[in-house]
């Protein structure tokens, strides 16, 4: 597929925190220890008593900006990926609604556990799960980072999962979890390829991937969606992997990992000579440059969970994605 779209030019400059991480978020030696900020102990991520009180901090926060559709209100406790699809939603609601959320009901979150990998440097994470209020019966999973002791703790990922859907974690005696590295060779992808090979998936398929509704599904919906009467729509897919994009994975009790990753999907819809693009909804119109004369280029950033085994197709759990920028043209 032609890369002459002008895509690239819907992104907005990257939030500066994102040029202070990288991919090393994962890369610990065969020791187990690396050197980040001049730290070479492995130690928990956090205690189960601070994760408790983040989480909170960040359902309050969630909540407020939720409420009034204002982005400001939990800017400092969402980064990477759930940053993007949040501020993009709340800026859309805002536009439409500048009173506020006229059908807002606070999200309460239930029954949380915490798993929290040691590690040495920074950035550390860990992951909370617990039953929401929205959504259904599922869990919500939500990995929080930070990248010194001095940082508030921030949400970099959010997805829903059914609850059998959620593995049981490696743990050392005390409790503590296990961060598996970017570039771990012993699992069917390592977590540092997975944008890329999920990317490349979804253009050329393969069997990297179990089949599933995000997965084999979502390639035949795209393929029945990609010539109408009309309309042609073009797909194309970009890994992101770097900053607070970076993949994180935990070790699974049975060898493999469950790993967070990010990407990001245009979607160009082009009308025929002498037809128009269908009109989208406000919510897309409230995220839209430019006017929509024949075509519409759709930015979305999604974020993936999925169980990384030791062999076999990677299964994708749970994906939660949202649409950042448009341009009509």
């Given amino acids: 597929m032609s890369r002459d779209l002008g895509l690239r030019r819907l992104r907005r400059p990257g939030r500066s925190a994102l040029m202070a991480a990288s991919v090393t978020a994962l890369s610990l030696t065969a020791s187990?220890?690396?050197?980040?900020?001049?730290?070479?102990?492995?130690?928990?991520?956090?205690?189960?008593?601070?994760a408790a009180e983040a989480l909170r901090e960040f359902t309050a926060a969630y909540n407020a900006a939720d409420k009034a559709y204002d982005s400001s209100l939990d800017a400092d406790r969402t980064t990477g990926a759930l940053a993007d699809i949040d501020a993009a939603r709340l800026k859309a609601g805002r536009a439409n609604n500048p009173e506020g959320n006229p059908g807002h009901v606070p999200?309460?979150?239930?029954?949380?556990?915490?798993?929290i990998p040691k590690k040495a440097g920074w950035p550390r994470w860990f992951l909370a799960d617990a039953a929401g209020n929205k959504g259904g019966s599922v869990r919500w999973l939500l990995v929080f980072t930070r990248d010194g002791l001095d940082e508030t703790w921030?949400?970099?990922?959010?997805?829903?999962?059914?609850?059998?859907?959620?593995?049981?974690?490696?743990?050392?005696?005390?409790?503590?979890?296990?961060?598996?590295?970017?570039?771990?060779?012993?699992?069917?992808?390592?977590?540092?390829?997975l944008s890329e090979e999920y990317t490349t998936y979804l253009k050329d398929g393969g069997d990297a991937f179990a089949e599933g509704?995000?997965?084999?599904?979502?390639?035949?919906?795209?393929?029945?969606?990609?010539?109408?009467?009309?309309?042609?729509?073009?797909?194309?897919?970009?890994?992101?992997?770097?900053?607070?994009?970076?993949?994180?994975?935990?070790?699974?009790?049975?060898?493999g990992a469950l790993v967070f990753f990010t990407t990001r999907h245009f979607e160009k819809q082009t009308a025929a000579a002498g037809a128009s693009v269908p009109t989208p909804n406000k919510n897309v119109l409230a995220l839209t440059t430019g006017e929509i004369r024949q075509s519409l280029t759709m930015e979305f950033v999604s974020n993936e969970v999925a169980l990384d085994p030791v062999e076999g197709g990677v299964e994708i759990l749970g994906r939660i994605q949202g649409l950042t920028a448009a341009k009509g043209e």
């Fill in 32 to 50: 187990g220890c690396v050197v980040v900020h001049g730290e070479r102990e492995v130690l928990p991520a956090t205690t189960r008593a601070e």
């Fill in 107 to 115: 999200l309460k979150l239930t029954d949380a556990k915490f798993t």
């Fill in 154 to 193: 921030e949400a970099a990922y959010l997805t829903l999962v059914a609850p059998d859907d959620v593995p049981e974690f490696k743990t050392d005696k005390d409790g503590w979890a296990e961060a598996v590295p970017a570039n771990a060779g012993d699992l069917a992808v390592p977590p540092g390829e």
């Fill in 213 to 255: 509704p995000h997965t084999s599904a979502w390639r035949t919906l795209r393929e029945k969606r990609s010539t109408r009467p009309g309309l042609a729509t073009q797909y194309i897919d970009e890994p992101m992997t770097n900053g607070d994009y970076a993949p994180l994975a935990l070790r699974t009790k049975d060898g």
